[in-house]
């Protein structure tokens, strides 16, 4: 079993800048083999990738945040964060991590709420 733990959540004012983390943990996981994504659902929508990273330090973003957010991972400390900058004002939604060899994998962290107000 996997247990990821996201945090960092809040609110923040548009055009502002908040950096989640997430936090992996299981006795018999091996963070650096995983790949690594962080997903959003906003009410009433299905929940959409926003940024993923391979093992191997391979990224790609949906293209709603490219050049706005930015995916990295410390294996060190087995977690994974995403730099969100120049947030838009839209509904709120609440951030998943996810990890697995193939995306999305089986594990998924309980979500973080990001509202962003004008």
């Known amino acids: 079993q996997v247990q990821l733990v996201e945090s960092g959540g809040g609110l923040v004012q548009a055009g502002g800048s908040l950096r989640l983390s997430c936090a992996a943990s299981?006795?018999?996981?091996?963070?650096?083999?995983?790949?690594i994504g962080w997903y959003r659902q906003a009410p009433g929508k299905q929940r959409e990738l926003v940024a993923a990273m391979r093992s191997g330090g391979t990224t790609n973003y949906a293209d709603f945040v490219k050049g706005r957010f930015a995916i990295s991972r410390d294996n060190a400390k087995n977690t994974v964060y995403l730099q969100m900058n120049s947030l838009h004002p839209e509904a709120p939604a609440v951030y998943y991590c996810?990890?697995?060899?193939?995306?999305?994998?089986?594990?998924w962290g309980q979500g973080t709420q990001v509202p962003v107000s004008s």
């Open positions: 299981g006795s018999t996981f091996t963070f650096s083999i995983n790949a």
């Open positions: 996810n990890i697995g060899r193939v995306l999305p994998g089986a594990y």
